[in-house]
C-alpha cells in the first residue's frame, strides 16, 4: 500500500509448530504453565527474519531442548481472529535425547499414544495432530474458527 510516496509493509504475522514422533509413532506434546495449562504441541510465532521452518525448530528447542529438522509441511492455518497464519511441519528429532521442559512456559513435555492424548488441548491440537498423522492429506490449507476445548 503507497502512503504519501512511501511503500508502507505489512506486518502479518506467523507462527509454526512441530510434529514430532518417536520410534513408537507416539506424539510430544508440551503442556503450558499459562492459561488453562494445556497440552500442545511445540510451536510459537516466528521472530524477525526466520521461516516458518526455523520456527518450528527454534520452537522446539526453547521448549524442550531437542534438535529437530522440519521435514514435511502437513498444513497451513489462516486464524482471522488473530489474521494470523500457522504452519505446521512432521519434524524429525535429530538427536536420541528425552524431552526436558527448557522453558518457564513448559510445565512437563512427553510422548503420548495418538489413542491416549492429554487433556485439556483444543480442537486445533488435535486438528494439526490428525492432518499431520494423515499419510494421504492432500489439502494442506485451512480456516479456523474460535478455539473449542477437548476437556
Avoid at 8 to 24: F, N, P, Q
Wanted: proline share 5%.
Amino acid at each position: 500500500m503507497l502512503d504519501k510516496g512511501c511503500l508502507r509493509l505489512s506486518t502479518k504475522s506467523v507462527g509454526a509448530a512441530a510434529i514430532i514422533l518417536d520410534a513408537e509413532g507416539r506424539i510430544l506434546l508440551v503442556k503450558h504453565s499459562y492459561g488453562k495449562c494445556n497440552w500442545e504441541i511445540p510451536g510459537g510465532k516466528s521472530e524477525n527474519h526466520e521461516s516458518a521452518q526455523e520456527t518450528a525448530q527454534r520452537e522446539v528447542a526453547e521448549e524442550t531442548g531437542l534438535d529437530v529438522q522440519a521435514e514435511r509441511l502437513t498444513g497451513v492455518y489462516y486464524d482471522p481472529q488473530y489474521d494470523i497464519h500457522h504452519f505446521a511441519f512432521l519434524c524429525k528429532n535429530l538427536n536420541a535425547r528425552k524431552p526436558e521442559p527448557s522453558s518457564p512456559e513448559i510445565l512437563e513435555c512427553g510422548y503420548f499414544r495418538e489413542s491416549e492424548l492429554p487433556r485439556p488441548m483444543s480442537d486445533f491440537t488435535y486438528r494439526r495432530i490428525q492432518d499431520a498423522l494423515n499419510a494421504n492429506n492432500n489439502h494442506l490449507f485451512h480456516s479456523i474458527g474460535p478455539r473449542q476445548w477437548l476437556e
